[in-house]
C-alpha cells in the first residue's frame, strides 16, 4: 500500500534562510509525487510535481523538490523564505491503479519570522 | 476561469438535519473527488467519480452519499449528519486519459466547512 509521511509538522524559519520540508514515500511501483500548499482559509494549489521525468522539479514562487528513489524521499525546498510563504504544505503520492487518487501526508505548518 | 465552485463555504447544522454539499467544475474533466480535511491526517478521500453514472468509495465514504448525474456536478450528501462529521470539505476534479491520469493536477474548490452539533 502506499503511504506518505512528513517528518516535520511544524517548521519554523526566519525570513531569508532556507526552507526544508521532508517527505518519505512508500509504493510498490513508480509514483506520482505532488506538494500543494495551502494558505490560511483558502484551497489547495498545486506547487509543483514529479511524474519520472526528472529527479529535480522546480515549482512556483521559487520552490522546488528533489525525488531521491534509494531514499524513498521528496524533500521540498527554498533558498530564501518569504513571509508570504507562511502557509501549511501538503506531499502527495497518487497512482493510476486507485483511479489516480491522491494519498495525503499529514501536513507540515510552516511559519515564517521576520 | 477554470474553476471547481463549491456551495456553501460555511455550514453549522445540527445532528440528523440531511443536507448536501455541492460541486460543480467548468473544465470538462471526467474525473472528481470529495476529501474531508482534519488536522493532523491530511486530506483523506471520502469518494470519487470517474465519469458520469460512475461513483466508487474512498477511504472513508461512511455516512456519505454521492451522484454525478452531469459531468460538471458531484454533490456530496450527508442523509443523517452526526458531529464526528465536522470537518472542512475539498471537491476536486482533474482530466483523465488513457493511461498516466495519476500525474495529471487535480483542481481543488476552495472548501466548505462544516460544523455538525
Known amino acids: 500500500a502506499q503511504s506518505v509521511t512528513q517528518l516535520d509538522s511544524h517548521v519554523s524559519v526566519s525570513e531569508g534562510t532556507p526552507v526544508l520540508l521532508r517527505c518519505n514515500y512508500s509504493?510498490?511501483?513508480?509514483?506520482?509525487l505532488f506538494w500543494y500548499v495551502q494558505h490560511p482559509n483558502k484551497g489547495l494549489q498545486l506547487l509543483l510535481k514529479?511524474?519520472?521525468?526528472?529527479?529535480l522539479v522546480k515549482g512556483i514562487n521559487g520552490f522546488e523538490a528533489e525525488f531521491k528513489k534509494s531514499e524513498t524521499s521528496f524533500h521540498l525546498t527554498k533558498p530564501s523564505a518569504h513571509m508570504s510563504d507562511a502557509a501549511e504544505y501538503f506531499c502527495v503520492v497518487s497512482r493510476d491503479n486507485q483511479g489516480g487518487k491522491l494519498i495525503f501526508g499529514q501536513g507540515t505548518e510552516l511559519s515564517v519570522k521576520p | 476561469e477554470a474553476q471547481v465552485t463549491q456551495n456553501p463555504r460555511y455550514l453549522i447544522t445540527v445532528t440528523g438535519k440531511k443536507l448536501t454539499v455541492t460541486c460543480s467544475q467548468n473544465m470538462n474533466h471526467e474525473y472528481m473527488s470529495w476529501y474531508r480535511q482534519d488536522p493532523g491526517l491530511g486530506l483523506r478521500q471520502i469518494y470519487y467519480?470517474?465519469?458520469?453514472?460512475?461513483?466508487d468509495k474512498g477511504d472513508v465514504p461512511e455516512g456519505y452519499k454521492v451522484s454525478r448525474k452531469e459531468k460538471r456536478n458531484f454533490p456530496l450528501i450527508l442523509e443523517s449528519p452526526s458531529p464526528n462529521q465536522t470537518s472542512l470539505y475539498f471537491c476536486a476534479s482533474r482530466s483523465t486519459g488513457t493511461s498516466g491520469f495519476s500525474s495529471y493536477e487535480q483542481y481543488f474548490g476552495p472548501g466548505t466547512r462544516l460544523t455538525v452539533t
Open positions: 509504493s510498490s511501483y513508480s509514483p506520482s
Open positions: 514529479y511524474t519520472s521525468a526528472a529527479t
Open positions: 467519480s470517474m465519469n458520469v453514472e460512475v461513483t
